[in-house]
Every structure is written in structure tokens, then in C-alpha cells.
């Protein structure tokens, strides 16, 4: 997917999850994974960026606008977890768990 249609599917699926009052900060770059988002819910707002290396699909998008749904329990649980290495990265490991199955059920149909 070129840069025209990511910015055009964001505006879809930010609208379908739930987020048209949120603002969406899109970054076009080279980063280590194919996307990744920071989300902060107190301010309804998020930056999401795209590896330029990278195929960005459908799926990719869903998955990292979730994850905008999903960062407040997430930043709790980490507060919870202090500084315990191990507790930071089951929080990690089960928050990427959530957001892949939200995007499973999301993009069954999409096929």
C-alpha cells in the first residue's frame, strides 16, 4: 500500500473502531518494525508510523489503531508492574496478544 492509501485506510478504520475524535499523527520512515504506535487516551491522541520498507496492509493499521483503545489498561499495568523487568514485558507481550486477536476478529471478513 502506497502512502495515499495508508493515510486514506487510517481515516477509514479510525472512524469504524471508534476514534474520529481522536488525532492521528501519521510518520513515514525506516524504523525497526513495520509499524508501531504511541497512544496517549488522556489526550485522544497518537502517532503511528510506517516502516517505508515495509508492505503496510490493512491488517497492520486495524492492529496499531487499537492499540490506541488498548494503551490506558496497558500503561496501568506497567505502572503495577514498578520495576520488575519480567512483569514490563508479560504487559508488552499480552498487550501485542490483544491487539493481534482484536485485529483477527476485525479482519476475518476482509478476505
Not at 25 to 41: G, K, R, T, V
Request: proline content about 1%; charged content about 30%; aromatic content about 8%.
Amino acid at each position: 500500500m502506497d502512502q495515499a492509501a495508508i493515510k486514506k485506510c487510517v481515516k477509514l478504520w479510525q472512524k469504524r473502531l471508534g476514534l474520529s475524535s481522536w488525532t492521528i499523527e501519521l510518520e513515514f520512515s525506516q524504523i525497526e518494525w513495520c509499524a508501531d504506535c504511541a497512544a496517549y487516551p488522556e489526550y485522544l491522541n497518537a502517532k503511528i508510523r510506517f516502516d517505508t520498507g515495509s508492505d503496510i496492509d490493512e491488517a497492520t493499521i486495524i492492529h496499531e489503531l487499537l492499540h490506541c483503545h488498548i494503551e490506558g489498561l496497558a500503561h496501568l499495568a506497567e505502572k503495577l508492574a514498578g520495576t520488575d523487568e519480567r512483569w514490563k514485558e508479560m504487559v508488552r507481550i499480552e498487550e501485542e496478544r490483544l491487539a493481534t486477536n482484536l485485529e483477527k476478529i476485525f479482519t476475518q471478513d476482509l478476505s
